[in-house]
C-alpha cells in the first residue's frame, strides 16, 4: 500500500535523522530490538519513565543548586543518576551533557552547573518531542495494517 | 614080593643124604615163608610201589615153593596118600602159579627198569634248575645292587657327591681294590685323574686323551678289560706280591644341555667321555664276571644321566640367579627413573607456577598500562613488553604441555564442535599475518567433509594453528592452501608411518588436513629431525624464526593423540613444502545431531535461557528496566530489586545469576552481604556487577568482593546472550569488555 510504505520510509528517516544528529544512540536501537510481542510498548514504556526520571532529578538538582549553600555531593549523585538513565535508553546527547555536568559538580562550579541544568532541560524537551513523533509515525504504520520494521 | 602100588623108595634111603635133603627142605622152606613176609614188611614201609598184585602173586609163589619143600619133608619118610595128595595139590599150584609169574615178569621188568632210567633223568634235571637258580639269583642280587647304585647316585643333584658315592657304591658291591673316574680337562687333550675311591686327594695326574687303549673304551660303550699296567690302571703302588687284579674301565658319556634334542638321543652328538677304571683286588684271582661287566655299564649310563642332569640344574641356577640380580638392577634402575620424573614434574609444576605468575602481573599489568595515557614511544615499548610475554607465556605453556604429553598424563577434551568454524577460525587468524607477508591463503574443505564432530577443538585448533603459523612464518611470498578432506582407505595406506594401520569405522572418520606452501622448503634429511623437540635445523635457524623448537613436537604429539599421523613432504630447498597430518574424528549420533550447536563461533552456546532466574539489582528506575527488559527478552525469569536490603531478601538458591549495579553507592556492598549470606560456592548464584566504567578502581573493588565478572554498561542484546552462555557454560565470566 503506497500509504503504508511511505509511512515507513517517512519512520526510517525520521530515526535515521535522530541518529545522525546524536539524539539517540546505538543503545536506543538496543532497546528496540526488546520489543517483541510479549513485551509490545516496551520501548514506550521506559522511555515515558526515563522522562518522568529526568524530571524529578532535575527538579531536584535546581533546588539543590538554588540553595545558598550548595550540596554538591547530592547534585553530583543527582546527575550520576541521569547519566545512568540516559546511557540506558541512549539518550547520547543528555548523557553527554551529564558528563560535562559531573566535571562542574567536581569543581563544584555553581554557575557551570547552573548552565548544564539548563541544557539538560533543553535536550529533554526536545528528545521528549521527537520521541512522541516517532511514536506517533509507529502507531500510524501499525493502523495502517503494517509493521515497525527493526532497524538494523 | 609081591607087586604093590604102594610108593617105595627105590633103594634104602641113605641115612646121611636123606638128613641132608631133610635140612635143606626145612631151610628153603624158612626162607620161602620169611621173603614175602619180608617183602610185605618193606612194601608196607614204602609208599610207592606200584605193583602191589604183583607182589602179592610173587609171594603166592614163594608160599607155595615153601610149602612144596615143606610137605617135601614128609615125603622122605613113609607117608600116607593123603600127604601125597596135599604133596601133588601143592606141586600144581605152585606150577601154576610160578609159571604165570615167570609170565608176568616178563612185563613188569622193563617197567622197573624204565623207572631207574627216569630217576636218573629227573636227577640231572635237578641239577641243572639248581645251576640255574644260582645263576639267577646271581643277577637278582647284581640288579639290586644297580638300583641301589642308582638310588644313591640319584638321590643327589650334586656333582661331586654323584661321582663320589658312585665308586663308593662301586666298590663295596663287586669288592674292589680300587676306582678312579678321570675326566677330560677344559682343553680336551688330556684326561685328568678327578676321583678315586681309595685315596683321598688323588693327585692330578694326566694322561694325554689319544692313548690307543682309551681310544678303543670310548669307541665302544660296554666295559673291556684293560691290562694293569697301561696307564690309566697305574694309580695306586702295586700292592700285591704277584698278580694285580683285573682291571676293566668303561666311558661314562658327559653330555650337555644342547645335546638333549627330542628324537635325537644323545647317542650320536656327545663327543665327551670320562673314564671309569675298575680294579679288582690283587692276589685275588677273582675274575671279571660277565654279570658284574653288565653292572659296571649300567651304572656308567645311569652316572651320566645324573651327571647331565647336575649339570642341566647347575645351568638353570645360574641363569636364575643372574635373572635375579638383572631383576634387581631394573628394579632399581625404574625406581630411580620413577624418582626422577617425579622430581621433574614436580619441578615442572612447581616452576610454572611460579613462572604463570609474575607472567600474569607483567601480562596484566601491562595491558592495563596501554590503556593509559601514554607517549608514542612509550607505547611502543609497552607493545613489545606485551608481545614478549605472551610469547614467553606461550613457551611456558608449552613446555608445560609437552611434559604433560610425554607423562602420558594429558588428555583429550572430548566434545561436539564444527569442524568447518574451526579451519575459519584459523584462516581468520592467521588471514592478518599473511596479507602483511603478502602471501595468499586458500582454504577448501571438501564437500564430504562433516560440519558436526567430536573431538579436541582446542587441540585439532592448536595444531592446524600451529602447521599453518609455521607455513605463513617460512613463506616469503607465494601462496599458501589449506585442504581439508575425508580420508579415504588408500589414501590412509599412503601415509609414510609404517606401524599406521587405520581402521575406519562407521562413527569415526580420518580427517585429512594439507597444507602447502611455496616458501624456503626443507632439505629431506632434516625433516625427522623437525618432529624432535629443541632441535633446530640449520635452515629454520634463522634471525626471524621465533619458534622454540616445541611447536611441532607438540603438535605431533597432539596428533599421536588422536591416533593420527603427521609428516613433512617437501621436495628440497626452495622448492615449498607440504605438511600433511590425518587425526581421527567421531561423528555424533544422528540423534544428537539436532541438539549440536551448529552456531559459529562468534556466538557460542544458547540463544535463550529459558526459565534462568535472575535478580537485578538496580537504583535507577530506567536503568533497572532496561536490563529486565533485556533479561525478560532473553528469556529469563526476572525479579528487579532497587536496594540491596531488598536484594538479600529476595535472593535465593534458585537465583542463578545476580547483575548488581555497581554505581550504585551499596553495589559492592550488597555482592559482600551476599558473599556471607552464601558460604558455598555452588550455592551462590553469579555475581555479575554492571559497571559504567572499566578503571582500574573499579575492577579492583569488584575483585575484592568476589564479582564473578563485570560487564560495561551499556550492554546490547548480543552481548548480554553471549556473557550469560559464558558465565552458564564455564561458571565464571573473563571479563566481557
Known sequence: MDVLSQLQRQLADFLASLYREGFVDDQFTQLQKLQDESSPDFVMEVVSLFFEDCEKLVNNMAKVLEQQVVDFKQVDSHVHQLKGSSSSIGAARIRNVCIAFKTFCEAQNREGCLRCLQQVNHEHAQLKANLQSLFTLERQIVAAGGTVPAMQ | ?737
Not at chain 2, 216 to 228: D, E, G, H, L, T
Not at chain 2, 311 to 340: C, G, P, W
Not at chain 2, 563 to 582: A, P
Request: contains cysteine.
Open chain 2, 1 to 737: 614080593m609081591e607087586s604093590c602100588n604102594c610108593i617105595e623108595p627105590q633103594w634104602p634111603a641113605e641115612e646121611l643124604l636123606m638128613k641132608y635133603q631133610y635140612i635143606s627142605d626145612f631151610f628153603i622152606a624158612l626162607a620161602y615163608f620169611s621173603i614175602p613176609l619180608e617183602l610185605i614188611y618193606f612194601v608196607k614201609k614204602s609208599s610207592v610201589f606200584p605193583y602191589r598184585w604183583v607182589l602179592v602173586q610173587f609171594g603166592a609163589f614163594i608160599v607155595l615153593c615153601g610149602a612144596t619143600h615143606l610137605i617135601n619133608l614128609w615125603t622122605f619118610s613113609m607117608h600116607s596118600r593123603t600127604v601125597a595128595v596135599v604133596m601133588t595139590i601143592s606141586k600144581v599150584l605152585t606150577a601154576v602159579v610160578s609159571c604165570a609169574t615167570a609170565l608176568m615178569l616178563v612185563h613188569i621188568i622193563p617197567d622197573l627198569l624204565s623207572v631207574k632210567t627216569r630217576e636218573l633223568f629227573l636227577k640231572n634235571k635237578a641239577a641243572e634248575l639248581d645251576r640255574e637258580m644260582g645263576l639267577i639269583r646271581t643277577q637278582e642280587e647284581t640288579g639290586r645292587h644297580v638300583r641301589m647304585l642308582t638310588h644313591e647316585i640319584r638321590s643327589t643333584l650334586d656333582r661331586h657327591t654323584i661321582l663320589k658315592t658312585t665308586l663308593v657304591e662301586l666298590g663295596r658291591t663287586l669288592a674292589l681294590e680300587e676306582c678312579a673316574l678321570w675326566m677330560p680337562t677344559r682343553t680336551g687333550l688330556e684326561l685328568q685323574l678327578s676321583y678315586t675311591l681309595r685315596q683321598q686327594n688323588p693327585v692330578g695326574y694326566t694322561v694325554p686323551i689319544q692313548l690307543p687303549v682309551i681310544n678303543q673304551v670310548f669307541s665302544s660303550n660296554r666295559a673291556m678289560k684293560i691290562s694293569p699296567n697301561s696307564p690309566v690302571a697305574r694309580i695306586r703302588p702295586i700292592a700285591g706280591k704277584y698278580m694285580p687284579g683285573e682291571v676293566v674301565a668303561v666311558r661314562v658319556p658327559l653330555l650337555h644341555l644342547s645335546n638333549f634334542q627330542i628324537n635325537d638321543w644323545p647317542e650320536l652328538s656327545t663327543r665327551r667321555y670320562a673314564l671309569m677304571v675298575l680294579m679288582l683286588p690283587s692276589d685275588s684271582a677273582r675274575q671279571w664276571h660277565v654279570h658284574e661287566l653288565e653292572l659296571v655299564e649300567v651304572v656308567a649310563d645311569q652316572v651320566a644321566v645324573a651327571l647331565s642332569h647336575a649339570a642341566i640344574l647347575e645351568e638353570s641356577m645360574r641363569a636364575r640367579d643372574l635373572l635375579m640380580e638383572q631383576n634387581v638392577a631394573l628394579d632399581h634402575a625404574r625406581r630411580e627413573a620413577e624418582t626422577a620424573i617425579r622430581a621433574r614434574n614436580d619441578f615442572l609444576a612447581v616452576m610454572n607456577h611460579e613462572m604463570r605468575t609474575p607472567m600474569h602481573a607483567i601480562i596484566a599489568l601491562s595491558s592495563l598500562l596501554q590503556e593509559t595515557e601514554l607517549t608514542p614511544e612509550q607505547r611502543l615499548m609497552v607493545e613489545t613488553i606485551l608481545k614478549s610475554s605472551n610469547l614467553l607465556v606461550t613457551l611456558i605453556n608449552d613446555v608445560l604441555d609437552l611434559s604433560r604429553l610425554e607423562d602420558g598424563s594429558l588428555q583429550l577434551d572430548l566434545g561436539t564442535f564444527n569442524l568447518h568454524a574451526v579451519f575459519w577460525e584459523v584462516l581468520n587468524l592467521i588471514k592478518p599475518v599473511a596479507s602483511v607477508k603478502k602471501l595468499h591463503v586458500t582454504l577448501n574443505l571438501a564437500q564430504d567433509l562433516p560440519e558436526c564432530v567430536i573431538g579436541d577443538e582446542k587441540r585439532l585448533m592448536q595444531t592446524t594453528l600451529n602447521v599453518v603459523g609455521n607455513a605463513v612464518k617460512f613463506s616469503k611470498e607465494g601462496s599458501i592452501s589449506i585442504t581439508a578432506f575425508v580420508a579415504k582407505s588408500e589414501s590412509l595406506r599412503d601415509c609414510r608411518a609404517p606401524d599406521f594401520f587405520p581402521v575406519t569405522s562407521d562413527d569415526h572418520f580420518y580427517l585429512r588436513v594439507q597444507v602447502k606452501d611455496s616458501g624456503q622448503g626443507i632439505n629431506p634429511q632434516e625433516i625427522p629431525k623437525l618432529f624432535t623437540k629443541f632441535a633446530q635445523t640449520q635452515t629454520l635457524a634463522t634471525r626471524n624464526s621465533s619458534g622454540s623448537g616445541l611447536g611441532l613436537a607438540i603438535c605431533k604429539r597432539f596428533v599421536n593423540l588422536m591416533e593420527g599421523h603427521i609428516w613433512i613432504e617437501s621436495e628440497g630447498l626452495g622448492k615449498g613444502c607440504t605438511v600433511i597430518f590425518i587425526v581421527k574424528l567421531r561423528i555424533p549420533e544422528r540423534s544428537n545431531e539436532s541438539k549440536s550447536p551448529l552456531l559459529p563461533k562468534a556466538n557460542h552456546g544458547q540463544s535463550s535461557f529459558p526459565g534462568l532466574k535472575v535478580l537485578v539489582l538496580d537504583d535507577n528506575g530506567v536503568s533497572r528496566m532496561v536490563t529486565q527488559g533485556l533479561l525478560v527478552h532473553l528469556g529469563c525469569d526476572v525479579t528487579a530489586v532497587s536496594s540491596s536490603d531488598e536484594c538479600l531478601h529476595m535472593v535465593s538458591q534458585e537465583h542463578k545469576v545476580l547483575f548488581i549495579d555497581v554505581c550504585m553507592p551499596d553495589g559492592f556492598e550488597a555482592a559482600v552481604r551476599l558473599h556471607e549470606k552464601f558460604t558455598k560456592h555452588h550455592e551462590r548464584p553469579l555475581i555479575v556487577a554492571l559497571a559504567g566504567n572499566t578503571d582500574k578502581v573499579t575492577k579492583e573493588n569488584c575483585m575484592r568482593v568476589g564479582m564473578d565478572g563485570v560487564i560495561l554498561k551499556p550492554v546490547s542484546v548480543d552481548k548480554m546472550r553471549s556473557v550469560l552462555s559464558d558465565l552458564l557454560e564455564h561458571w565464571v565470566l573473563f571479563d566481557a569488555m
